[in-house]
């Protein structure tokens, strides 16, 4: 039930760009996207659901392809409140686990000055 | 606004000792509620969800178990402890069943020794 991310990890300069990936293996109704700082509870981001959406908050955007169970977070001009680790959460489109969200293992982002 | 209280923060536990972790919930009533536990490089894995009370469905059979004994309040128990029920412990509620994002509690730090 478990999403895949890619990559694990990133490291850009401030002001750089970054693509993170979500997938899975079954039908998705929805995606969540969180960022979590060190020790901390995550925070959501953005959530995209079935018909192949898009959705941006300020330089942060993101998209769903529900053809191919897919979602992608973009981060444009990041900035250094960027890092942190993010993680996407998906849910399946099946009436008997509809609610329960999965997440991935998370894409770590550092962004150096 | 929605917001869930959580404790304990952190507790050191022996191998074999119980575990209670308790969360509450503010701002909404009827919430879907779930525990996800959190390991070093493992993302966040879905413990127990509940869409009421009384009503907990297990995502991993292990020494956990879970309770809802009123609409705004989550327990998280185990009987005997082991050293991997170590980790950081989250507790997430949602008002809805589908398509709204989930609002985490502070969280809680175990370490089983």
């Known amino acids: 039930q478990q999403p895949v991310q890619s990559p694990q990890a990133v490291i850009l300069r401030e002001g750089e760009d970054a693509v993170i990936n979500c997938s899975s293996s079954?039908?998705?109704?929805?995606v969540h996207w969180y960022r979590q700082k060190h020790g901390e509870a995550p925070v959501f981001l953005m959530i995209?659901?079935?018909?192949?959406e898009q959705k941006g908050h300020d330089k942060i955007s993101a998209s769903f392809n529900e053809k191919k169970q897919q979602s992608s977070l973009y981060l444009t001009a990041s900035q250094l409140s960027y890092s942190g680790t993010y993680f996407c959460?998906?849910?399946?489109?099946?009436?008997?686990?509809?609610?329960?969200?999965?997440f991935g293992r998370g894409t770590q982002l550092t962004v150096w000055p | 606004s929605q917001t869930i209280h959580q404790w304990p923060a952190t507790l050191v536990q022996p191998v074999g000792s119980p575990l209670s972790l308790e969360c509450t919930v503010e701002?909404?009533?009827?919430?879907?509620l779930y525990w996800y536990r959190q390991a070093a490089g493992r993302g966040l894995q879905l413990l127990f969800y509940?869409?009421?009370?009384?009503?907990i469905s297990s995502e991993v059979p292990q020494n956990l178990s879970a309770s809802r004994p009123q609409d705004r309040q989550f327990i998280l128990s185990s009987k005997k402890l082991l050293l991997s029920d170590s980790g950081f412990y989250l507790c997430a509620g949602r008002t809805g069943v589908i398509a709204g994002e989930l609002f985490f509690g502070e969280g809680s730090r175990l370490t089983v020794l």
């Open positions: 959460g998906t849910e399946i489109n099946r009436g008997s686990t509809l609610g329960r969200l999965y």
């Open positions: 079954k039908a998705l109704y929805s």
């Open positions: 995209l659901l079935k018909g192949g």
């Open positions: 509940s869409v009421g009370i009384g009503q």
């Open positions: 701002g909404t009533s009827n919430p879907n």
